[in-house]
């Protein structure tokens, strides 16, 4: 895989995600999935992703679908059973869970206060271990705490 391959793949798996975040909401037919995705998101997406992920969804039971009419044409409108919604709502969890970790910088504690330490915080080695600590202050109650000086 090319690296511009390997992003596709990615978008379409968030393209996937938001899908299910639509279908979260309530029944849809296929054409508002592709309007709404076009207004939230600001890009195209292609029917070719749509309709395909809509039926591998309905083959495993998450998703269902009814014909109703509209205007002189009957539509599906598509609706994620009791399944898929426990499905989607473990999905947004679990995707939002690795959007903060991905966010958050590496945080140590301060071992002396507990305090979250951004970058620049102070390390010492204290009997043997290595500790962080926010500040050199820190460092220094910490020690008088345990009675080294
Ligand atoms: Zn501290």
Do not use: W
């Amino acid at each position: 895989m090319t690296e511009s391959d390997e992003i596709n793949a990615m978008v379409s798996d968030f393209s996937r995600v938001y899908i299910l975040t639509i279908l979260h909401e309530g029944p849809v037919h296929g054409y508002e999935i592709i309007s709404k995705f076009k207004k939230v998101i600001g890009k195209d997406i292609s029917p070719s992703l749509v309709y395909p992920f809509l039926k591998k969804l309905e083959e495993k039971g998450l998703v269902t679908y009814s014909l109703k009419p509209v205007g002189a044409k009957k539509r599906k409108v598509f609706e994620l059973t009791q399944e898929g919604k426990e499905f989607s709502e473990r999905l947004f969890k679990r995707f939002s869970e690795l959007i903060s970790v991905a966010l958050e910088p590496s945080l140590e504690i301060c071992a002396h206060c507990g305090c979250k330490v951004y970058e620049g915080g102070y390390v010492e080695r204290i009997k043997g271990r290595e500790l962080s600590f926010c500040c050199v202050h820190c460092a220094a109650s910490y020690k008088l705490s345990l009675g080294i000086k």
